[in-house]
């Protein structure tokens, strides 16, 4: 680790599948806009699946004030799992699709107001979630959600126009199922599009699934999906833009602490927009200010 006597150390993390030009870019974009008087920094870059964690891990151990995902949600997800219970912060550096927790954070978009952010920014404590041993920093969920998530992740092609693509077919093609919902000891049936379970607000592109979530509060929000006319597909997908799908007649919404989900064929769920093969049965429980984070 480079650092410098009497500076705070930030460590840069980057997945190198992102380019090389794409690379070059962000790296004159942070080298010339990190405050030298203020801070020292390093940059370092993911050689594997989950490498973010690790990185991540090892620049708490040796005290680095700060952490910085540069990517998406996937990218962000990993790098917290590392910082999670330390005094280490996340700061975020959004070059992603869908950027959904950095847009629920209110975090700017473009890199070199980010890169400013990270200069002036607060330190914030917010939750994580947790579903069975696996943790998340915004949502996750099963039945549509994860089918969508999984074909995401199996293209080639990135973008809001592909994963509008995605949603459009399979939503014609998609068979709800029932299932059995234990929200804080309370039991429910339901046959759903989808379940899922929240810390942050959205997915991303600004499709908020779950517009009263606080990262900050200690809850977790239930957004369930029952069976709907997939006509009314249109008409859900903007409520959820514009941050109403709780006011739809086919949606519910619950606060929980704990949350528990069950299907016998269940495989499938996905995590921060990752997908995952799965257990039929889900743990979901919530962990209060579990992660600090540079914030406006």
Not at 78 to 85: F, P
Not at 221 to 230: A, C, E, H, Y
């Amino acid at each position: 680790m480079i650092e410098t006597p009497g500076k705070k150390h930030l460590v840069f993390i980057i997945n190198p599948r992102s380019g090389t030009d794409r690379i070059k870019a962000i790296q004159s974009a942070i080298d010339s806009g990190i405050d030298e008087e203020i801070y020292s920094h390093e940059t370092q870059y993911t050689q594997r699946a989950k490498h973010g964690t690790e990185l991540a891990a090892t620049a708490a151990s040796r005290g680095a004030h700060a952490v910085i995902a540069v990517g998406g949600d996937g990218s962000v997800a990993d790098i917290a799992i590392g910082l999670a219970g330390s005094s280490t912060a996340l700061g975020i550096i959004p070059k992603g699709s869908g950027n959904g927790m950095a847009r629920t954070l209110g975090l700017p978009l473009k890199i070199e107001e980010a890169i400013s952010l990270i200069n002036s920014g607060k330190l914030k404590r917010i939750d994580v979630g947790f579903v069975n041993d696996k943790m998340f920093v915004s949502n996750a969920g099963v039945g549509f959600d994860a089918l969508i998530s999984h074909k995401f992740e199996k293209s080639q092609r990135r973008g809001f126009a592909i994963y509008s693509w995605l949603v459009t077919k399979y939503l014609w093609l998609y068979r709800e199922w029932d299932w059995k919902i234990t929200i804080d000891g309370k039991k429910i049936n339901k046959r759903a599009f989808l379940i899922n379970v929240a810390n942050g607000q959205q997915f991303g592109y600004n499709f908020k699934i779950a517009p009263l979530a606080e990262v900050d509060d200690g809850w977790l929000n239930v957004t369930i999906i029952r069976k709907f006319p997939k006509l009314m597909g249109g008409a859900l997908t903007l409520r959820a833009m514009f941050g109403k799908i709780t006011d739809s007649r086919y949606v519910e919404h619950f606060k929980a602490k704990s949350v528990s989900i069950v299907h016998p064929d269940l495989k499938l769920m996905q995590t921060d927009g990752d997908a995952h093969y799965c257990q039929n049965r889900l743990e979901f429980r919530i962990d209060p200010g579990a992660l600090e984070v540079i914030v406006p």
